[in-house]
């Protein structure tokens, strides 16, 4: 029987899942770093052939069809991932084959209403986002977007509730490479008039390579009826619901968000904005990436057993923490550099937003493994409760701030939000399963706190080489605080730990 001791502190050696929550981060960090490289010189190029509007006018497109696509698709394929997983995890193969049929036969009946919505409503879309009409036809187009998006969604929730993370890692490379030809291809020829093309040739590439990988998923052959399809999919819509209120509001106040920026400030700004986001997020997603992916369908896995649950959290809190505080770092120091090469010169007033981008990216990381609890647990309305909230916080924010500081007030707004979310979030984890960090967890907090406290100082105050230097030098302490925290949790005898010690001076920076 464990120690309180065991359980609390991990430089203990009790079991824990250290090992598996690093090789699925590293699984799908791995990917996400290659889609990075990949798509670091896609974003260049199309920055440079499309400019601040165009690349501005991209991500209007995506936030109308996203809008639209989440409220036709009612969660269906993030409940999924839930109802795989949780049919998969108890070993029975004909409930797993069962789920399967009705997910995917759900999905296309969501794709197709997805489809018919966005032509019903692509004119009042082009007057909210665009104050005109004239961008309705280009919204109808992409409508055949979300019915391909559906499908493959289904086939990606497939892929993640049997936990085959490998092969969803392999189709996210694949779908990176693809569409930098196309993008890069098309946008050459075609300019602003390559955006539909491009969009539409992507969905339809994501589909068939999903269905690549998930025809290789062995699953016994079940009749099943229409009629018993449309019993199962009422518990898929139940917590889909949630969802896809979640998805909604998230969708519906970034699209907000996007359109008072244009209105008040212009395509340009909103370019620049959607540039700082991008680049804020980028060593931080393959954390939530890998959280998503793996924790997820593993934590809905042992839902009933809130020790185990809460067990599960802090060790992903520390991981993910660990991973991703170098990056974060790494982009509050070197900011302007980032924007220069991911994009051009025009998007450098970017620079100034993305410290305190990166102060909620940190936020994001603590509070995202909280939020997992409420999804494993089936708990719906507290689901949409805190979804409801905090969206409508981040719109008040960002409407107010916009107003009184400009473009850098959005910013601030999203600094802002997670600050409430990580103690909210933290509550609501206490009521669902009497949820506390432990002190492992919380001394993390407090170092990777100051470190990033440092670094937003650095990069905002002190100019030029000497706040390069700075943090450059905090960069690398964080780098060996982080190594020397997940040698400390593998122990000596993993073989990342036995690998990185092999490097000249790597036992001392591993701290063994």
Known sequence: MKSQKEQEDPEVKAPSYYGQILKSASIVGGSQGVNYLIGMFRTKLVAILLGPAGVGLVGLY?????????????????????????????????????????????????????????????????????????????????????????????????????RRIGDLARLSVISAIFSTVVAVGLYAWLGEGGIIPVLITMAAFNLGASWWFARKVEVVTVTQSFTKTWQNSKRLVGLGLAFMWSGLLTAGVELSIRSLIVRQLGLDANGIYQAAWGISGMFAGFILGAM????????????????AVNKHVNEQTEIGILLALPGIIGTLAFAPWMMQIFYTSKFLPGADLLPWFVLGVFG?????????????????????????????????????????????????????????????????????????????????????????????????????????????????????????????????????????????????????
């Open 292 to 307: 998503g992916a793996d924790f997820y369908p593993r934590l809905t896995a042992v839902a009933d057993d809130s020790m």
């Open 62 to 162: 995506q936030s109308a069809t996203v809008l639209v696509a989440t409220f036709a698709a009612l969660g269906i394929d993030s409940s999924g991932v839930r109802e795989v997983a949780e049919a998969n995890g108890k070993g029975d193969p004909e409930k797993v084959a069962h789920t399967i049929k009705t997910l995917r036969r759900a999905c296309w009946v969501t794709g197709v209403f997805g489809w018919i919505l966005t032509i019903a409503l692509s004119y009042p879309l082009s007057l909210w986002i665009f104050d005109s009409g004239d961008r309705a036809w280009p919204i109808a187009l992409l409508g055949i977007t979300l019915l391909l998006g559906s499908v493959s969604g289904g086939q990606r929730a497939l892929l993640q509730g049997i």
């Open 364 to 512: 994001r990381v603590i509070s995202w493994p909280l939020g997992f609890i409420q999804l494993a647990k089936g708990a719906k309305y507290w689901f949409a409760a805190t979804q409801s909230v905090f969206n409508l916080i981040h719109l008040a924010l960002c409407f107010v701030l916009l107003r009184s500081f400009g473009l850098w007030g959005v910013a601030l707004a999203f600094a802002s939000l997670y600050a409430f979310h990580v103690f909210g979030m933290r509550w609501v984890a206490g009521r669902l399963s009497g949820f506390r960090w432990t002190p492992a967890v919380l001394r993390l907090f407090v170092v990777s706190a100051i470190l990033v406290g440092a670094g937003f100082c650095a990069q905002r105050w002190i100019p030029g080489q000497t706040g390069l230097i700075v943090g450059g030098l905090l960069s690398a302490i964080s780098g060996i605080f982080s190594l020397r925290g997940i040698a400390g949790r593998l122990g000596e005898s993993h073989r990342l730990v036995k690998l990185a010690c092999r490097i000249p001076g790597g036992r001392e920076i591993c701290g063994l």
